[in-house]
């Protein structure tokens, strides 16, 4: 649920800063990400409606309300992938352990969607890999889709 700001970027020129943690937040913000997330976890709690604790986070990550998980965080909530992991595996995942959606889709929480990796650098390899590995196999798709977005022809660099 970190946030990691460009600090470098326009969008945080300025002072505003998180209220709860003192972190830089955009100018358009009121808290940083986390702490929104933490907010809008209490206000769902206070809510009437309190649908039992499957909500879905700022960052679109669906949580549920389980305080005796040894990893739960601080308003006793875990992430449903990594409860679909654990459920699959038959123990409780590792605080190292990252769980990857295959289809990008953070809330698409089924088995089949889901990639365990034994840490976050070989998650990120994972990632960096993929990129490299679609430049390479599927450059007309990539130069189609650049066209697309940005208009022009992209020229692949070649290594
Ligand atoms: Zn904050
Ligand atoms: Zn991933």
Redesign the pocket.
């Known amino acids: 649920m970190n946030t990691t700001g460009n600090y470098k970027h326009g969008r945080y020129s300025n002072n505003k800063i998180c209220k709860i943690c003192n972190k830089k937040i955009s100018r358009s913000a009121t808290h940083c990400g986390s702490c929104a997330t933490k907010i809008q976890i209490k206000d769902a709690r206070n809510n009437p409606n309190w649908n039992g604790g499957r909500i879905i986070s700022s960052n679109n990550y669906i949580y549920i309300h389980i305080p005796e998980h040894p990893f739960s965080n601080t308003l006793g909530y875990v992430a449903e992938h990594r409860l679909v992991m654990e459920k699959k595996l038959g123990r409780k995942l590792t605080s190292e352990e ?1 769980v ?2 295959i289809n990008e889709i953070r809330t698409d929480n089924r088995i089949e969607n889901l990639l365990l990796f034994k840490s976050n650098s070989e ?1 990120r390899k ?2 960096s890999g993929f990129v490299k590995y679609i430049m390479k196999n599927y450059q007309n798709l990539v130069q189609e889709y650049v066209k697309n977005f940005i208009g022009e022809k992209y020229e692949l660099y070649s290594n």
Do not use: S
Request: aromatic share 16%; no cysteine; glycine share 0%.
């Open positions: 990252v990857h959606h998650h994972f990632h």
